[in-house]
């Protein structure tokens, strides 16, 4: 197509080969693009350009906020953490020792008790000791006059009879019974 | 493309799209000079291209608002997508202004293609995508002898890594025209092509279409004209992601060029 157009434009007058270049079209693209170029330069990319920074930097910043309060969540929950196995720590202690204070007050009061009993009942055995020695004094005395009453009584009746004697005996324990009553 | 449609209303002769079509006349004169229809869309494109941008950037606020997102997105795309993937994190930032107008100058060149009223592709003159291949040509080749030197920078882009003896006299020629003499007119041919065929495509579907709709007293003239116009919409749709592409394409090697001059190993 090419070559028979060039062969048409050769018979022609007018030139009309499109592979040559026409300076007057080089010369205007050549100021039209330095133009575009010198105006983009100046009023469009820097435009772009700061809208780009502006954008990563408030980005950035959204990050470095969101890493701070992460870190400061963190911190937050570690001191809780710390505080917690304190107080868990301490609590055991504290059970520790009040068992450990249980078990000493149990074993005072165990040694107290048993002293109390051991003192009460040596107070009841010197008590009933004491009594028994009392009784028996009294006794020995009272058994001498007795003795004496007796021997005076059976003196005093016929002393053949051996019934009578016995009955005196009997009447005599009775007596004293009444009178011990 | 619409004056030649118009034109050709009067006149039943069938018609036959090529590169005159391509050679609009002038808009008007000043002086000698006559100003054509893509020198005027070439200006345009300076005040599309800065009013839409300035306005959208200018809020330039940290919750963007639609505008603005649009505007980032276009230029977080340029500046992330192409210029810091290819060049790298530590220089990309310095030829972000530059692949960002390359960028939109031709996007927005190519766009008009398709722009209803003005429906032509600068880039299909191939004096505009020349200008902007020469300047990343002196871009690239700037940079990498401004860091390198310029024997330095010589030697790194002709002598492929790794490459010893008498091999280096068939590479260091071929790496020489490749990476130094080849590159601007790859990348003009490869923009002003795209645009011109895909250009020429639409006059021509869209011409023929009208032709056979409207003038041919053949009777297949119908489905013919039919499919013919189906198929100008359907090339439409296409050369939209083709604008789109050459755009990122002519910017993505721009930024690859400066990415390999200025790399420290091949």
Do not use: C
Not at chain 1, 125 to 134: I, K
């Amino acid at each position: 197509m090419i070559t028979s157009r060039l062969a048409l434009a050769a018979a022609e007058p007018e030139d009309t080969n499109p592979l040559i270049p026409h300076t007057p079209e080089i010369v205007i693209s050549l100021i039209v693009f330095g133009l575009i170029f010198f105006l983009l330069k100046k009023l469009v990319i820097p435009a772009f350009e700061k809208a780009y920074a502006e954008r990563t930097a408030a980005i950035e910043g959204g990050i470095e906020e969101a890493q701070a309060a992460q870190k400061e969540a963190k911190a937050a929950l570690d001191q809780y953490n710390e505080q917690l196995a304190g107080a868990r720590h301490e609590a055991a202690a504290i059970r520790e020792e009040a068992k450990e204070q249980g078990a000493q007050i149990i074993a005072e009061l165990r040694a107290q008790a048993q002293a109390e009993a051991e003192r009460i009942t040596s107070t009841a055995h010197a008590q009933v000791e004491a009594e028994r020695a009392q009784v028996l004094a009294q006794l020995k005395g009272e058994v001498g006059s007795m003795a004496t009453q007796l021997a005076g009584r059976i003196v005093g009746e016929s002393l053949d009879d051996d019934a009578r004697q016995k009955r005196t005996v009997e009447r005599f324990i009775a007596e004293l019974e009444e009178s011990a009553n | 493309m619409t004056l030649a449609l118009t034109a050709f209303a009067a006149s039943a002769e069938p018609p036959s799209p090529g590169p005159a079509d391509f050679d609009l006349p002038a808009v008007f004169h000043i002086g000698e000079f006559g100003v054509t229809k893509p020198m005027l869309l070439v200006v345009l494109s300076l005040f599309v291209i800065v009013g839409l941008f300035s306005t959208m950037a200018r809020p330039a606020a940290v919750v963007p608002g639609r505008m603005q997102f649009a505007g980032e997105l276009v230029y977080g795309f340029v500046r992330n997508g192409i210029a810091r993937e290819n060049i790298g994190s530590a220089e990309f930032m310095r030829f972000v202004p530059y692949l960002f107008t390359i960028f939109l100058f031709v996007l927005v060149n190519n766009f008009y293609g398709l722009f209803p009223f003005l429906q032509f592709p600068s880039m299909s003159h191939i004096g505009y995508p020349l200008a902007i291949a020469i300047l990343s040509w002196l871009v690239y080749n700037g940079a990498g002898i401004k860091k390198k030197g310029f024997l330095g920078y010589l030697k790194h882009e002709t002598v492929p890594g790794g490459m010893k003896g008498p091999i280096l006299i068939l590479l260091v020629p071929l790496e020489f025209l490749s990476n130094i003499l080849l590159r601007p007119i790859t990348l003009t041919l490869r923009l002003f092509a795209t645009m011109f065929a895909g250009h020429l495509l639409l006059i021509l579907f869209s011409l023929g279409g009208s032709y056979l709709l409207l003038h041919s007293d053949n009777s297949l003239a119908l489905p013919a004209g039919l499919v013919s116009s189906l198929l100008a919409i359907a090339i439409s749709f296409l050369e939209i992601l083709i604008m789109f592409l050459q755009a990122y394409v002519f910017t993505l090697l721009s930024s690859m060029y400066i990415g390999e001059a200025l790399a420290d190993e091949h």
